[in-house]
C-alpha cells in the first residue's frame, strides 16, 4: 500500500536511488553490489559548477565478494560522478579495508570505525548498511529455512513479524515458539 496522498502541493526537487544486486559466482562466491544515484530536477550550483537538471550529483558503486559464512573476501568501490573531482573518487581504496569482516557480526560497527567521517565518503559507507540484509535475500532460496542440523532459523528474532513469541512463529515454525509470559 502506497503512502497516502498528502493534502499539500509540492514539488520534487531530488531523488536518491539505491539498488542492491546480489551475484552467485562460478567460483563458489557470491557478489553483492550497491549502486547510488543523486539527482535533482533544476539546475544544481556546487562550488565546482553547475549540473544540469536531469544530470547525477553522485553515481557510485560499491562491490563486496563474500563466502557462505558471509566473510567478506574482496571489495571495491568507484565513483563515476562526484560533486568534488579530485577529491572524492581518491578514497575508494580505503574500502578495502572491509575484508576480513563478516556482514552478520559487528559488520555496521566495524564499518564506522573503519570508514567512519574522513574515512571515507559518507554516500559509500551509507551504502553499506544495506549490504548485510541485501546478502542475506541473495542467500533466500540457496538454504533451507528449516535447517537439517537442527539449529533454529537464521531469521528468528531478526524483525518485528519473527520474534520468537509472536502469532507468525507460532503457526509458521511452532518449534522455535517462545510464549512472551
Known sequence: MP??????????????RVRYEGYKRADGLWDIEAHLTDVKNHDFHLMTGVRRAG???????????IDRGLNVVDATAASD?????????????????????????GFRKAVSERLGGVQGCTH???MLAGLPTAAIQT?????????????????LDQCHALETGSETVKSLYPKWFRSKS
Open 3 to 16: 503512502l497516502p496522498v498528502t493534502e499539500v502541493e509540492r514539488e520534487l526537487t531530488h531523488t536518491r
Open 124 to 126: 559509500l559507507t551509507e
Open 55 to 65: 544530470q547525477p550529483i553522485h553515481e557510485m558503486w560499491i562491490r563486496l565478494t
Open 81 to 105: 560522478t562526484v560533486p568534488y573531482p579530485g577529491g572524492c573518487e581518491t578514497i575508494a581504496p580505503a574500502y578495502r579495508r572491509l575484508i576480513g569482516l563478516n556482514l552478520r557480526k
Open 139 to 155: 542467500f533466500a532460496g540457496e538454504q533451507r529455512e528449516e535447517r537439517e542440523d537442527g539449529r533454529r532459523p537464521f531469521q
